[in-house]
């Protein structure tokens, strides 16, 4: 399988592609005046305390208050902290387990925090929607092999490292170069590193850890006090792996960037970095460009003829699969089976190239044979086996549901490219012509009731003033007989379809 990294950079946005066998399988967009915060370090103060939630909301400068629950405190009295090698969240997003376990009883937060309180804060979510930014108390700094969590004490080894004796040799290297030096997480990248390719890591994450305590000194609240790395470079320190064949940078300060990164960190694939300067631009020459349309349309086809329709909301986006004009050769269940399994295949790419989140639930076309359920199931799972982004799968229940949730800490592709329409709202759907007619017909009746001017002047859509004047003017000329009144109509360019306005005249 060949593996290609992209990195086009402009004056406002940075965006990378991660490329599969020629296919794009990831797009990372991060924008000049809106780029993400999630690896910030913060110092921020305590705004209020819900002791019902576990959880307070902390002031750091930003247009909403994050949110901070219990489960993502750091407190002292708690020595018996672990990192849990069972957890996923270790293995690629660099941040460390959300919640570790604790046989203690817990505490009220209200015992630790108190409004008010100045609190040092990372973000591990962006704000999203509504929502305020997710914090934790326990900061996290990561290189390429290495997450460093200063206040605790113990090694984890990425799930993603199966090899039991790498596990074993990481983890002896890691607990005698880290003794009384904080705790470490190895992260999937570190597989075959030598011992001076972690101490390396080990040294800059300390410098790092340093440079931030020093700040911490002198910030006010609401000040940030360490910056996560750039996209360009995160994307090389989270892909860039010896099944990458070349990563492409469209920028000279970029690639110059990216050439020091390497050269401190993985001199050995300082060859597949590349300065691409020719005139087509580089995401064209990938198809792209294309391929970012088609991941903000709702409906999504499948080769066979059957198509997929996503639907994102706040709470969970569904995933409806249809066979659509694929009719199959043998029956029908036949039919289904392999309408299920493509969409299985397509489903993986689309969750990485739209980085949906949350809860994910899938409707797939009702089987009867349960080895045909399994083989659905079991193929999405090999799909999503290259996802780095932590999920988890149920089993598929009575009704075709497949129920699943990928953590989510950046927008979605649709929400960091798209807005909500000003037109219906976000609801997808508008009232009828139709409809708008009888809203304004009744509009005039409570006008006539309320005030009884001399007429009526109606500002509406083009569409809405034909519908009216056209098909409705039978119901218009009873209106106006009914209460006596003259009704004219005026259209304004500027309405939409459900925008009008009842002058009284």
Known sequence: MSEEILINISQHETRVGIVENGILQEVLVERTQNHGIVGNVYKGKVARVLPGMQA???????????????????????????????????????????????NEPKKCISEYLQPGQEIIVQVIKDPLGTKGARLTTRVALSSRFLVFMPELSRVGISTRIEDPEERDRLRNTMERLAKDKGGYIVRTAAEGAAEDILTSNMQYLTKQWKKMEQNVLKAKV????????????????????????????????????????????????RSKLEYYQEERPLFDLYGVEDEIQKALQRKVQLKSGGHLVFDQTEAMTTIDVNTGGFVGHRNLEETIFKTNLEASLVIARQLRLRNLGGIIIIDFIDMIDEEHKRQVLRALEKSLAKDHTKHTISEVSSLGLVEMTRKRSR????????????????????????????????????????????????????????????EEASSLAHLESSIEKSIKFQVDNLYHQEQFDVVLM
Do not use: W
Not at 78 to 84: F, I, M, P
Not at 241 to 252: A, G, L, N
């Open 56 to 102: 307070a909301f902390i002031d750091m400068g930003l247009d909403k208050a994050a949110f901070l629950h219990m489960d993502d405190m750091l407190i002292a009295a708690d020595d018996c902290l672990e990192v849990d090698e069972s957890s996923e969240a270790i293995s690629e997003q660099g941040m460390g387990p959300s919640s570790e376990l604790s």
């Open 222 to 269: 609401g000040e940030l006090v360490y910056e996560d790395l750039t996209l360009s470079i995160r994307a090389l320190q989270d892909f860039l792996s010896q099944k990458t064949d070349k990563v492409r940078i469209d920028d000279r300060n970029a690639f110059k960037m990216a050439v020091g990164f390497v050269d401190t960190f993985i001199p050995d694939m």
């Open 411 to 470: 927008e979605s592709l649709e929400h960091i490219l798209c807005e909500t329409c000003t037109v219906c709202k976000g609801r997808g759907v508008l009232k009828t012509t139709e409809t708008i007619c009888y809203e304004i017909f009744r509009e005039i009746i409570r006008a006539e009731r309320a005030y009884s001017p001399k007429s009526y002047l109606v500002l509406a859509s083009q569409r809405v003033v034909d519908k009216i004047l056209e």
